[in-house]
Structures are given as structure tokens and as C-alpha cells.
């Protein structure tokens, strides 16, 4: 089992920036990639950028530029920088963690970003 605990969310204006963390714990050694992923209202939950173990990063293309992924593996805590962030940026912002050897997908409780003048 993998435990995932996010933080860092709250009420920004546009072009604002704001610093998601998300901490794991339990059986860590064997995650791989990490993300975020956000779910707004009446929306599908979507991937917002991805991180490799090994620091490789991906970003939808909504975001890029304007967010950055980056990973501590020694404090096996995942970030997402958000700058000049816009309206529809708004959304609950989830941490996931996968687990490749049972192919199973890890998810936070969510923290609420709320970009709004």
C-alpha cells in the first residue's frame, strides 16, 4: 500500500502562482511514476503532468510553460510549481503514484485550487 498526502492548495488571483506537495509513505520503494492529475466540476478527472522516477517530466499542453513537476526521491515527495495561473486552472488537484510490479494506481485525498480574481 502506498499512502499519498497532498498540501499547498488554496485561493490565488490570475497570473498568481501556487506550490502543490504530495507526500508518500508505505510501501514507496516501489513506486515508479508519480503525477498530478485535477478534476474540476462537471469534469472528467485529467492528467496534468507526470514525472518518472528518474526525473523525466510530461505536461499536458494546457500547462506547459506555465507549471513544472519536479520529485524528491529522497523525501519521496513529488511538487508541481503552478505560474500564471488562469481561471480555468481551477480545479481539485490529485497526487497519483503507480506501482508498476501490481499495476496499481495510487491516488491523494485532493487539495482545491481556486484561481479567481
Known amino acids: 500500500q502506498v499512502h499519498l498526502v497532498e498540501s499547498g492548495g488554496g485561493l490565488v488571483q490570475p497570473g498568481g502562482s501556487l506550490r502543490l506537495s504530495c507526500a508518500a509513505s508505505?510501501?514507496?520503494?516501489?513506486?515508479?511514476?508519480m503525477g498530478w492529475f485535477r478534476q474540476a466540476p462537471g469534469n472528467k478527472r485529467e492528467v496534468v503532468a507526470l514525472?518518472?522516477?528518474?526525473?523525466?517530466?510530461n505536461y499536458a499542453e494546457s500547462v506547459k510553460g506555465r507549471f513544472t513537476i519536479s520529485r524528491d526521491n529522497a523525501k519521496n515527495t513529488v511538487f508541481l510549481q503552478m505560474s500564471s495561473l488562469k481561471p480555468e486552472d481551477t480545479a481539485v488537484y490529485y497526487c497519483?503514484?503507480?506501482?508498476?510490479?501490481?499495476?496499481?494506481?495510487?491516488w491523494g485525498q485532493g487539495t482545491q485550487v481556486t484561481v479567481s480574481p
Open positions: 497519483n503514484a503507480y506501482t508498476p510490479f501490481d499495476f496499481r494506481n495510487y
Open positions: 508505505g510501501n514507496i520503494a516501489f513506486i515508479n511514476e
Open positions: 514525472i518518472t522516477k528518474g526525473g523525466d517530466p
